[in-house]
């Protein structure tokens, strides 16, 4: 039996308390409890599971917002390399203290090592895919669900004309009798095809992954077939074990991540950057800051943050900013997170109509033109 | 083309909002618009989409607590039977505001038709495996992680030979290095063998499912092959299509649903019920009031509601209190809920060492007692 902490390598979780200081400590000592052995410490006599499993409090400090900071350090053996256990271990019981949010992880190498799903494709991959160098990339979504295959379809080839980087399915696209994956997936591919030829540009459709890992296994093998190589997955609803099985299982797909029902989460939306990550996805969606969602400038800057810093055996990915941007935006949108992002606009190009082509083009030339003139040092992370 | 509501059916989902009575409605509007077509309506022209598709608003209410309660319906064909998608249409975008609240839905028989899973054991089920009549069902856990397989098998044993109902790991038991799932699973199952030819009570051993599909359904094949017929699983981290496929591949197998990482989301427990309880499980375990989690008295019987309230073509399911419950609080638990409940008692009766048989023997025998003295009137839901 090694003397603690010998052996074996630990998680730090920062966890952020609402209520009074006073109580802090005592709160930080049940949550370590909680998130490991989750029975009282007496009712213990196991010198491995006391020196090498049992979760131990590292600070309690109070922060300038009010809030409590209390640093638990959990250790890495009871993940066993799962992605979903990682989740579990960090917050499964303590999600249910509703004063309670996960803020920060730092995972210990081996962990990380553990939980590697293998080759990632990452920011650079997704640039290179598309022929683009330093500069910011460009995505849109097809939408409105309710729209047949072929309707879809058209948009696809409308935005692919305006020589756009990546079209997405909107996230509510599952495999629904009025849009089957199957036949949508194929419409647009050809779509795509048919534009990409025009263009030259190798513009990439995305498909919305959905149901069980199953089903989802599925859909990779229609997406292969069609000769596509990115799809989008929502890791909150697919579950992240799930994610990290995918990406072992489908090295050569890139994968966005969606946030879907992620937000209902107490856990700091940069935190989650750092999880999905972690189980390999490529790009993160997420609300940009002055659109539809409350997201701060702030918890942009730490989302990006959480895609971009280097991370030994870990690919940077692409930050993804989104919830109701506009064209107009574009500038505002790469001073602030330099060339080391993905645009989206959905619904402000779908709103030109028959002009799809022409206002896709323009946001493409927008960004190419602003990003281009960015150095890199303005890169923001 | 058929006019609005003629031909499909609508998901009525009712949100809290938190914050101005003013703003309600235009943010009641804007969720109709999130949560279905997510994107401006007056860019969309298609009139199935419009008619069919499009969320509608029913009403906007002020609560007495200061909340509004938003109604809304949302297409049900948007769902396509799955589960994870259900989850995205109801509250995927919404989700990341942090002033709402998914409180209450009401899904139409089709739709819960198309989720079903094929057979549920329910709470019927879960007491004729154990010979139980009407009375409360008794349950208890094995912890602390980090203790090896053989030594969480003697506590099982020691569990069984009181006689209790059912006996399930720790959530926090996954597949680590020091308790393997296969070594785990096989040193419990025949541990259990053991006890229930002593006791002659059917004691069910509930290992701990986690990982992907694939993982899960490996530990499901280690469990049919030891003779278990019992499995908990946490949704939230699994991911709810992936518990209805195995709802489906399983139909001998009863499921209890923990609530890890559910807590984290911003939706009402009775509600995750609910929706648990549509994909398939058969047991939803949750925080007592009173215990280590802030729910309240009137949390928990709305979830018992949840769980208990006649639906066609779903089984009842057993609400499960737990979180630092001890032996002495049985007679009130069991007054609070009626005999349809199964208790869940671990660190109280795991802090008698060495009495682990005898405690939990008085455990089962104050269940038996005082839940067979109640008429079934006096069942809580």
Redo the contacts between chains.
């Keep these: 039996m090694a003397s603690a902490g010998s052996t074996m390598s630990w998680i730090e979780v920062t966890y952020h308390l609402r209520g009074a200081a006073a109580d802090a400590e005592a709160r930080a000592r049940?949550i370590a409890v909680?998130q490991?052995?989750?029975?009282?410490p007496?009712?213990?006599d196991?010198p491995?599971?006391l020196g090498?499993?049992?979760g131990r409090v590292v600070a309690v400090e109070p922060r300038s917002d009010g809030l409590q900071a209390i640093r638990i350090r959990l250790?890495a053996?009871?993940?066993?390399g799962?992605a979903?256990?990682l989740?579990?271990?960090l917050?499964?019981?303590s999600?249910?203290?509703?004063?309670l949010t996960?803020a920060e992880i730092a995972v210990p190498p081996e962990l990380r090592a553990a939980l590697r799903g293998g080759s990632q494709i990452g920011l650079d991959g997704l640039r290179e895919r598309v022929g683009a160098k330093a500069r910011a990339l460009t995505c849109s979504a097809l939408?409105?669900?309710?729209?047949p295959a072929k309707?879809l379809a058209r948009l696809a080839e409308a935005f692919a004309l305006g020589s756009i980087d990546y079209v997405k399915d909107?996230?509510?696209l599952?495999?629904?009798?009025?849009s089957p994956f199957p036949q949508r997936v194929s419409a647009c591919a050809a779509a795509m095809r048919r534009a990409v030829a025009r263009t030259g540009h190798a513009t990439r459709y995305v498909p919305s992954l959905?149901?069980?890992?199953?089903?989802v296994r599925e859909q990779l093998h229609i997406i292969c077939e069609e000769g596509l190589d990115t799809a989008m997955v929502?890791p909150a609803?697919?579950?992240?074990?799930?994610v990290?099985?995918i990406r072992r299982d489908y090295p050569d797909v890139a994968f966005l991540a969606h946030?879907?029902?992620?937000?209902?989460?107490?856990?700091d939306p940069a935190c989650l950057t750092t999880l999905w990550r972690l189980a390999g996805v490529d790009a993160v969606i997420f609300?940009n800051h002055g659109g539809?969602?409350?997201?701060s400038a702030q918890t942009c800057e730490r989302i990006a943050q959480a895609a971009l810093a280097p991370e030994p055996g870990l690919a940077a990915i692409a930050p993804v900013p989104a919830?109701g941007m506009s064209v107009a935006r574009v500038p505002e949108m790469l001073d602030f997170y330099g060339r080391d992002v993905m645009l989206l606009i959905?619904?402000n190009l779908?709103?030109e109509?028959d002009r799809l082509s022409e206002a896709t083009a323009a946001f493409v030339a927008t960004v190419h033109r602003h990003s281009q003139a960015q150095a890199p040092a303005e890169t923001h992370a």
Excluded: C, W
């Design positions: 049940a909680e490991s052995i989750e029975m009282p007496d009712a213990v196991d491995f599971v090498e499993i049992l250790s053996a009871t993940v066993g799962d979903g256990q989740l579990n271990m917050f499964g019981n999600s249910l203290h509703d004063d996960l939408k409105p669900q309710g729209l309707e909107d996230h509510g599952a495999t629904q009798a009025y959905s149901g069980s890992l199953d089903a929502a609803i697919l579950g992240l074990a799930n990290q099985q946030p879907s029902l992620a937000g209902a989460a107490r856990i609300p539809r969602f409350g997201y919830g959905g619904g779908l709103a109509g």
